[in-house]
């Protein structure tokens, strides 16, 4: 421990609490522009306050998370997702011991970076920006956690501990092959990809069968639900179709996180993981036991034939592209057209990257209204 970390209860508090494989606040690595030390907030609770109050985080509320806006006012948003994947997190990361406010700090970025209507405004700035580098959301998430937040004068972006920032780069790269000496990641950055899986493995269905996308009876013929229901069956007798679909839903999540702990306990004990340079060297450790995932697996695929693409669902989609593509081109012929803002930022990143910011930024509504004040006539 450092000597100037001495005085201050958050070093103390943790060196009781978090096991040694955690990462501690009083070994971080710092900031890129470096910042005095706080007496009351640890370097992980500051990171996870920023990214509360930043202005994407907050947009995050008007972001299609699987289904729009318009479908009704009962399913997820990119925000309710964010949160769900944060509650299981910490309860992951206290329950292993682990930094919850480092945890709590990465789930609360993990989708920031999403543009308006999910994965479709995904697809269509990825073939926008093709020639320029492409677009993802894991990648976006750090240009605005670096670079396009705005709000302190100190420092463009917010700052955020280097561990914050491998773990959402971690995320952004995550497909590609593992750099050479690649390290794994930390217990927390494992544990958030961990509940964001959890989490859309057991609301998605919930969602679906509120908007009577799926029903209860189709459900049956997937493994991991079906389980589910037998359980939740042999508790509770007299269910009503709701409180059913409700029970499940909760045993969907405790099973998965039951399942989690235990591989990752067994996992920690086995390997005698007992330093951040155990977690290192490890695999990745954080994962469902093998008959879990395949579980898991059978209910993705079905969502995957029965929601992602049902035509509902499709219909949106295709109109939300169609709108992001025409404004992209729109501005790209007319970049003076930008807030001042994104057009700040053509000198250095071109205009491409600049409309693609300022796109990817809009909340889904946004993007509607300001498609039709682009495209009307003489607009
Ligand atoms: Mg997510």
Known sequence: MSADAEPNPIYRREEVLLAPYAMHSTDSAGRKHPEPRQTYRGPFQRDRDRILHSGAFRRLSHKTQVFTGDMGDYHRTRLTHTLEVASIARTLARALQLNED???????????????????????????????????????????????????????????????????????????????????????VQVVDAADSIAYDSHDVDDSLELGLLDLHQLLAVPLWREAAERVRQRFTSLDDRQLRR??????????????????????????????????????????SPQLAELKLGLERFLFKHVYRHEAVETKRNE??????????????????????FRARIAQDGAARAVGDYLAGMTDRYALDEHRRLTAAGG
Request: charged fraction near 25%; hydrophobic fraction near 40%; aromatic fraction near 4%.
């Open 102 to 188: 480092l945890t709590e700090a990465l789930a609360l970025a993990h989708d920031i970076g999403h543009p308006p209507f999910g994965h479709s405004g995904e697809d269509v700035l990825d073939e926008c920006l093709r020639g320029d580098g492409g677009f993802n959301h894991n990648a976006q998430a750090l240009r605005i956690v670096e670079l396009l937040e705005n709000r302190y004068p100190e420092f463009p972006g917010l700052n955020l501990s280097l561990e914050v920032l491998a773990g959402q780069s971690r995320r952004a790269h995550k497909h590609s092959p593992p750099s050479q000496g690649g390290a794994a990641p930390l217990l927390e």
């Open 320 to 341: 939300a592209r169609q709108a992001i593509r025409e404004m992209f081109e729109i501005l790209l012929a007319a970049p003076d057209r930008l807030p001042s803002k």
């Open 247 to 288: 029970a499940i839903v909760h045993e969907l999540i405790n099973w998965q996180v039951d399942d989690l702990l235990s591989v990752v306990q067994h996992e920690l004990a086995s390997r005698r993981v007992a330093s951040v340079g155990d977690v290192r060297r490890a695999p990745v450790l954080v994962a469902p």
